[in-house]
């Protein structure tokens, strides 16, 4: 069974970088698809982007100029960057697993992260 | 942003069936599969059907979905208490080459 586990600052200044981890266990970290999906406090899911085993990656337009991913294979490790946060990018960010199918198989809990002075 | 619209809200009695819409465009659904996901409070969502109507392992018979053109719909039928939960439509988006989610469903059990 895979398990994903995101973690990370909760809180973040305005201007900063917000960066991520998303650590995943118990599975073949090589056959799936790794994507960011964040959702703002009462609000609907939005995705950030995936990358691959191999780094192939895409990222959602709205967010293209200031998002990466990377890839560690040593430690089954997948993170996130976000440049220049602003209030808006306040959310829950989750890690999420596609074995290729094009649905999300596998969740992390999710991680709060605020931006805030 | 959320490209696929859902209605923001659902209801019914135990025992009743609920239907929840998500509309899309040819680029999300025109050939493409849609999943559900069901999120309860505090929790991260979790797949409940994948590829317009299979059920994982696990779901009960009584969540089934459904896909014509550029619509998809899931039903709740048997309502029950512990249904309450968002429910969010999900696609993949060949013009975005990436994921594309419903604005959310809240279904309430009266």
């Known amino acids: 069974q895979v398990q994903l586990q995101e973690s990370g600052p909760g809180l973040v200044k305005p201007s900063e970088t917000l960066s991520l981890t998303c650590s995943v266990s118990g599975g073949s970290f090589n056959t799936y698809y790794w994507s960011w999906i964040r959702q703002p406090p009462g609000k609907g899911l939005e995705w950030i982007g995936f990358i691959s085993e191999s780094g192939f990656s895409n990222y959602n337009p709205s967010l293209k100029s200031r998002v990466s991913l990377s890839v560690d294979k040593t430690k089954n490790q997948v993170s996130l960057k976000v440049t220049s946060v602003t209030a808006a990018d306040t959310a829950m960010y989750y890690c999420?697993?596609?074995?290729?199918?094009?649905?999300?198989?596998?969740w992390g809990q999710g991680t709060p992260v605020t931006v805030s002075s | 942003q959320s490209v696929l619209t859902q209605p923001p809200s659902a209801s019914g009695t135990p025992g009743q069936r609920v239907t929840i819409s998500c509309s899309g465009s040819?680029?999300?659904?025109?050939?493409?599969?849609v999943n559900w996901y069901r999120q309860f409070p505090g929790t991260a969502p979790k797949l409940l059907i994948y590829t317009n109507n299979q059920r994982p392992s696990g779901v009960p018979d009584r969540f089934s979905g459904s896909k014509s053109g550029t619509s998809a719909s899931l039903a709740i039928s048997g309502l029950e208490s512990d249904d309450e939960a968002d429910y969010h439509c999900?696609?993949?988006?060949?013009?975005?080459?990436?994921?594309?989610f419903g604005t959310g469903t809240k279904v309430t059990v009266l």
């Open positions: 999900a696609a993949w988006d060949d013009s975005l080459r990436g994921y594309v």
């Open positions: 040819s680029s999300n659904f025109g050939a493409i599969s």
């Open positions: 999420a697993g596609d074995e290729g199918a094009g649905y999300f198989d596998y």
